[in-house]
């Protein structure tokens, strides 16, 4: 069992009219085997706090902490991060030019690991990995993310997910830009992944749609930089009938 901890996290961004303060004390907790979603308005904090979690260099940490079995996160680089067991599925992720999808992959595992696999059992990993998430065999020698549609993007996230097995995964708004059958594959990639390894997962996004695949433990409302409800999955449909409102009129208020 393995747990992720974040205390009292206050991060800040420099912006053209100076420091400006997102996250303003998240408290969370996501043990091995969990799911955890994280909702709220656009501007909330959801993802300042998925890439504080992965080390991006924009976001400052003013105080808090995240650790991670006693691991001081913080203290780590990105790749330090990686290696201990966090995997950021990326809301928007990036082009590689000149990098293939199989040369990319196998690098990476061979870093998450500290040896590289055996080339037959990664192979046989990487086309089963493929054949599941309906991608054609082709896909393994483009350019990472190069020409990609937006379902190819998610779909390449979730194939690095299943062959990296991390200990916890934060999914940055993977059901951004899907389809009904998209949604449904990357979600049965994402369900395969936990099942298989019982990782933790943080899962972020603004609808319901993908909770109807992936089954949260707990539902989180960020609100202004902080939790300002918790609780079960029946708090995702109560927000799915009545939406931020309630939240913001109390910030409003405030």
Known sequence: MSTLIIKDLHVSVETEQGTKPILNG???????GETHAIMGPNGSGKSTLAYT?????????ESGSITLDGQDILA???DERARAGLFLAMQYPVEIPGVTVTNFLRTAKTAVDGEAPPIRAWL??????MANLRMDKSFAERNVNEGFSGGEKKRHEILQLELLKP?????????S?????????????VNRAKDTTGMGLLLITHYTRILRYIKPDFVHVFVDGRVAEE???ELADRLENEG?????????VG
Request: net charge negative.
């Open 231 to 233: 609780g079960g999955p």
């Open 244 to 252: 931020y409102d309630r939240f913001l009129a109390d910030t409003n």
């Open 124 to 129: 046989k990993d990487l086309r089963g990995s």
């Open 167 to 175: 200990h916890f995964a934060v999914l940055d708004e993977t059901d």
């Open 177 to 189: 830009g899907l389809d009904v059958d998209a949604l449904k594959i990357v979600s049965e990639g």
């Open 76 to 78: 780590m680089s990105v």
């Open 26 to 32: 998240v408290d969370l907790t996501v043990a091995s």
């Open 53 to 61: 979690i992965a080390g991006h260099p924009k976001y400052h940490v």
